[in-house]
């Protein structure tokens, strides 16, 4: 979401319902609903964006405008086209997608399917690196969905990147009407920025196999892994999963005494399910009864197409709940997302290890 001077950090959460101060960061005035999450989240991104690690500074900020520039996200990628210049990256790099290195332009197939259907990623998108440090570029790049995510999911219907691409089909190259031209904008950092996320399961087409939890889960298997390759990124990511999953003030709208795990398990199971990931030891059942139409249609838009989130629909769901429960059920989303594609991606780099 851009930022709106006049209306605080939020399109739908007036300020009053924040806590703390709103200094000018929309991400960290809306998160700060739930310090504890707060915290490992910029625990981690500092992790990622600051620390040592196989990519340079300006290449990390680089993979994040990319991954942001996947769901039309202008806030950040502003906000990390800024950052890459901070840190000494080249002005030429943001003249478009053309302008970066290779080994960044070759991300592009796996930027896109992890945006987008993870589950098409195979050992061969791991064959590509020249080194298994490259699996780096990939947390990195997952991360920042994370990130996007909670952003982009506050943006209204008309965004820049549809204004853009009806400028640009008005625009010709040279006279050449087949080659439109794109003024600076998310569309630069974008290749087939028509791809986008489809059903797992489309009736009348052969689907892809189910990710069976049980035949490679986080805890023993995409864990360890990581552990292995980062030991770091891999115990905030897990202590991040932990906080959103367990997080509870043990309230339901006005109903206090509440358990909620039901709830939440519900809720994580069913965004994993959209990505092609079941659990053999749960009831499915249990999504229907707990997860009301209006609420599993506002899930799979911020999941899956967070640039087509409105009001109407944020309004429509949890009509009785408190603004600081809906942004709770963000990080539920936006974690069983990132936890599905990590799951995908951390079994083919299994898979081309062994």
């Given at each position: 979401m851009r930022h709106r001077s006049s209306r605080g950090p939020s399109a739908y959460i007036p300020v009053s319902q924040l806590t703390g101060p709103y200094v000018g960061d929309n991400i960290a005035a809306v998160m700060g609903l739930h310090p504890d999450y707060l915290h490992v989240f910029w625990k981690t991104q500092h992790?990622?964006?600051?620390?040592?690690?196989?990519?340079?500074?300006?290449?990390?900020?680089?993979?994040?405008?990319?991954?942001?520039?996947?769901?039309?996200?202008?806030?950040?990628?502003?906000?990390?086209?800024?950052?890459?210049?901070?840190?000494?990256?080249?002005?030429?790099?943001?003249?478009?997608?053309?302008?970066?290195?290779?080994?960044?332009?070759?991300?592009?197939?796996?930027?896109?399917?992890?945006?987008?259907?993870?589950?098409?990623?195979?050992?061969?998108?791991?064959?590509?690196?020249?080194?298994?440090?490259?699996?780096?570029?990939?947390?990195a790049e997952i991360k920042k969905l994370d990130e996007e995510g909670e952003e982009t999911s506050q943006e209204e219907m008309e965004t820049r990147f549809e204004r853009e691409k009806r400028e640009c089909a008005m625009v010709p190259t040279n006279g050449d009407n087949s080659k439109p031209v794109c003024f600076p904008g998310i569309l630069r950092f974008l290749e087939d920025p028509d791809f986008g996320y489809i059903d797992f399961t489309r009736r009348g087409e052969q689907a892809p196999p189910t990710f069976r939890a049980h035949d490679y889960t986080w805890e023993d298997h995409g864990y360890?892994?990581?552990?292995?390759?980062?030991?770091?990124?891999?115990?905030?990511?897990?202590?991040?999963?932990?906080?959103?999953?367990?997080?509870?003030?043990?309230?339901?709208?006005?109903?206090?005494?509440?358990?909620?795990?039901?709830?939440?398990?519900?809720?994580?199971?069913?965004?994993?399910?959209?990505?092609?990931?079941?659990?053999?030891?749960?009831?499915?059942?249990e999504v229907n009864q707990l997860l009301e139409r209006s609420l599993k249609v506002y899930m799979k838009t911020v999941t899956c197409h967070p640039e087509r989130v409105t009001r109407q629909l944020y309004n429509d769901f949890w009509r009785q709940f408190k603004h600081s429960e809906k942004v709770h059920l963000n990080f539920l989303l936006l974690e069983a997302r990132l936890q599905a594609a990590l799951l995908y991606s951390l079994r083919a780099i299994t898979r081309y290890m062994t």
């Open positions: 992790q990622l964006l600051r620390m040592d690690g196989a990519l340079s500074l300006p290449e990390r900020h680089y993979v994040a405008i990319m991954a942001s520039a996947r769901h039309q996200c202008t806030y950040l990628v502003s906000l990390h086209s800024s950052c890459f210049l901070q840190v000494g990256g080249d002005l030429r790099w943001l003249e478009g997608f053309d302008a970066a290195p290779l080994k960044l332009r070759k991300l592009n197939d796996l930027n896109k399917i992890l945006a987008h259907r993870p589950w098409l990623i195979t050992k061969e998108h791991i064959e590509g690196s020249s080194t298994l440090q490259e699996a780096e570029r990939v947390l360890s892994l990581l552990q292995r390759l980062n030991p770091e990124v891999g115990q905030l990511l897990d202590d991040k999963f932990q906080v959103a999953f367990n997080l509870t003030y043990h309230t339901c709208a006005t109903h206090c005494g509440v358990d909620t795990f039901k709830l939440r398990r519900a809720i994580w199971n069913y965004i994993q399910c959209i990505y092609g990931i079941r659990y053999d030891d749960y009831d499915y059942g």
